[in-house]
């Protein structure tokens, strides 16, 4: 039956009084069920007693616990941290001693003394709570502490989590024993440093150096007086004493462990007259960021990279977030920040019509940025967050930048660059349908109605490609030549396509992954060499070593890469064709131009420019631009060119430019020289 509301509740002291006379029986029963396997016998015992007498647990025999799990870029920065615990731990000769001092006198008087346990001091501490009326003084051994907040910590049921909390005299015990073998096995400096780097100092700090910083944004080696005893006193009640949440309350509790450190002898008179009179005093430096939306930088790369890890990789949230691995990416910061400035500049955050640059390294597939007008988020009602990665989604069509793969597969046939097609506009297929009626397809501007492979590429002519597709017979060729290239996004529909031969594949009308259109590319400008993207180049764990699976073996981190997916010849043609595309004054691409430097690229625009694309890579740098809006079919008011050129030049060029230039080797199959420019 629950208490009246007006129904007085006993006095402190007179709680603590009968707690005292529940526990000194308990703290004799316990000293004697400690002692029954010597004095009993192995044969009587040895059923009770077995798990006390078993090797520590491997939890127990590591050196600190684990910190936060780091998500770091290419250069070492860091991108951002993933925990559950909020924990920075720290060495010995990094607390300072003040802080060693005040907590093992508030908590552990005689912790140089004991050897685990301590009878004595269990009492006196009951007597002194009872006195005060309140918890002053914990009964509990800092080893024993240690055993139990490590039990708890690193629990990963909630049947661990319940035997690590539950009130029973075999939990004590377990403990005891527990708290004995660590006192046999380590010295008493290790255990107060890894009891100071795991205990909860509250407001989500576990350990000294996060609790430093979240108080007074100091490190523990740094830490004064009066914040070493702010700190101490924390350990018991950490929430009702925070100095954050109640000033005067912790300044209080503060005051009963400089009188404790000057009952011990370990401050002077002036100290403590001095520091007991002080102010609380807090600058609290805010938490490290912790998981992808509080990116430093990338936020949609990092969510990239956490999806990898855990759904490519096979690594558990959960392992991420009990800490102790570092994960070294791929993320080029000085890209990633390049790109975020032009899509800014592009359009402005929060846009209806996302712009969305991706970039990634030929040869070896690394995911060197993925830039959004958005950031990285979940809260709906704010339009410049998006919890989407749309660098990674199939979202929108990519355009024409799909002729490239009608040219691959024609040029793998046996078609020359120069093969001439005359085409009118429309032009009406041969082969294709659309539903019941024939394919038809036309232009955009102005188009000569003879063109070269070579030129109808560069000007990006409709109706020559149908005509090429029509040659071919059948879109299969340009679909496996595309899936071959590293074009993902189209798997899960390339067999309907070819099923149903979509004469339409040409004009880019499936939706499209900005990351496999990048990727796709990127093939061409490593020669034909299709690498998977590839976001994360080492995962160690908490000493530096690769971590490994459960069969002894490093989680794969290296490129996954199949030499000739496209004959090479094929693919070198293709870039001396597609440098046009920025070289040429006829380029669709001229916007994204570089002095001094070979762009090869493609523009694509979907049907009433529902979105558009522009992919321009070299032999170092591949990179997609995409506009589109993410949730409607809407005019984006332009085209690939114009639109995603000038956000590609804007992004690549302070990193192109400050590299020497990188040339495409020569054409495989020789080209003839570019057509002339159409008469004024």
């Not at 907040?149 to 024993?177: H, I, M, V």
């Not at 150096?209 to 009066?226: E, H, I, K, S």
């Not at 979907?606 to 631009?625: C, E, W």
Request: aromatic fraction near 6%; charged fraction near 15%; charge should be negative.
């Amino acid at each position: 039956m629950a208490r009246s509301l007006r129904e007085p509740r006993p006095h402190p002291r007179l709680r603590a009084a009968g707690l005292l006379l529940v526990v000194l029986p308990l703290t004799g029963a316990l000293l004697a069920a400690l002692l029954v396997p010597w004095v009993v016998g192995p044969g009587l015992a040895a059923s009770n007693s077995a798990s006390l007498l078993a090797p520590l647990p491997v939890e127990l025999t590591d050196a600190t616990p684990p910190g936060n799990t780091v998500v770091l870029a290419a250069d070492g920065s860091v991108i951002t941290n993933i925990y559950r615990n909020n924990r920075t731990p720290v060495g010995a000769d990094q607390i300072a001693d003040v802080m060693e001092q005040a907590l093992v006198d508030i908590e552990d008087e005689r912790f140089y003394e004991h050897g685990g346990l301590d009878l004595e001091g269990t009492v006196r501490a009951l007597l002194r709570n009872v006195t005060a009326g309140a918890v002053q003084e914990g009964g509990s051994t800092i080893t024993q502490q240690l055993v139990k907040q490590t039990l708890l910590q690193t629990a990963t049921t909630p049947e661990d989590r319940q035997a690590a909390t539950e009130q029973s005299l075999g939990r004590k015990l377990r403990e005891a024993r527990l708290a004995m073998a660590l006192e046999e096995t380590y010295e008493k400096q290790e255990i107060l440093t890894r009891y100071l780097n795991i205990v909860y100092f509250g407001e989500g700090a576990y350990g000294v150096q996060a609790a430093a910083q979240t108080y007074f944004g100091v490190n523990a080696a740094d830490l004064t007086l009066p914040q070493a005893a702010m700190l101490a006193g924390l350990v018991q009640t950490p929430a009702s004493d925070s100095p954050l949440a109640d000033p005067e309350r912790a300044r209080q509790r503060r005051n009963v462990v400089l009188e404790r450190m000057h009952a011990r002898g370990h401050i002077t008179d002036q100290e403590l007259a001095e520091v007991s009179a002080l102010p609380v005093e807090t600058n609290p430096a805010p938490a490290p960021p912790n998981g992808c939306v509080d990116a430093v930088i990338g936020g949609f790369f990092c969510d990239f990279v956490q999806r990898h890890v855990t759904g490519a990789l096979g690594i558990p949230q959960e392992r991420l977030e009990a800490g102790g691995i570092t994960i070294r990416t791929t993320l080029r910061p000085d890209l990633q920040r390049s790109g975020d400035a032009a899509v800014l500049t592009g359009l402005p955050m929060g846009d209806p019509v996302a712009a969305v640059f991706t970039a990634v390294e030929p040869g070896t597939g690394k995911v060197l940025a993925m830039s959004v007008n958005r950031v990285f988020g979940f809260d709906a009602a704010d339009p410049a967050q998006e919890s989407v990665n749309l660098n990674e989604a199939a979202s929108k069509g990519a355009g024409s930048t799909y002729k490239v793969f009608v040219a691959a597969a024609a040029l793998e046939r046996g078609f020359r660059p120069e093969h001439v097609i005359t085409t009118s506009s429309p032009h009406v297929s041969s082969v294709y349908r659309n539903g019941s009626e024939p394919y038809t397809v036309q232009n955009v501007g102005d188009m000569p109605p003879t063109l070269t492979m070579t030129e109808a590429l560069i000007r990006s002519s409709n109706t020559y490609f149908v005509a090429l597709e029509d040659q071919l017979g059948s879109v299969e060729g340009p679909v496996r030549a595309a899936q071959r290239m590293g074009l993902f996004s189209l798997d899960p529909v390339a067999d309907q396509v070819v099923a149903e031969n979509r004469g339409s594949f040409t004009l880019g009308a499936e939706a499209t992954s900005p990351l496999a259109l990048a990727s796709a590319y990127s093939t061409l400008g490593a020669n034909g060499t299709q690498c998977d993207p590839l976001p994360v180049t080492e995962i160690l764990d908490r000493n530096g070593q690769p971590l490994l699976r459960d069969d002894g073996t490093p989680y794969p981190t290296g490129p996954s890469c199949t030499p000739d997916a496209v004959p090479p010849a094929v693919a070198t043609t293709l870039n001396q064709i597609l440098v046009g595309d920025t070289a040429l004054p006829y380029g669709t691409g001229v916007r994204a131009a570089i002095p001094g430097h070979q762009i090869a690229a493609k523009t694509g625009t979907a049907q009433d420019r529902s979105s558009v694309a522009f992919v321009g890579y070299t032999p170092r740098y591949a990179a997609s631009v995409m506009l589109f809006n993410p949730t409607a079919n809407v005019d984006v008011g332009g085209f690939g060119g114009g639109l995603g050129g000038p956000i590609w030049r804007n992004a690549l060029a302070p990193i192109i430019t400050a590299e020497a230039p990188a040339f495409f080797p020569p054409p495989g199959i020789p080209l003839g020289p570019p057509p002339p420019p159409p008469p004024a």
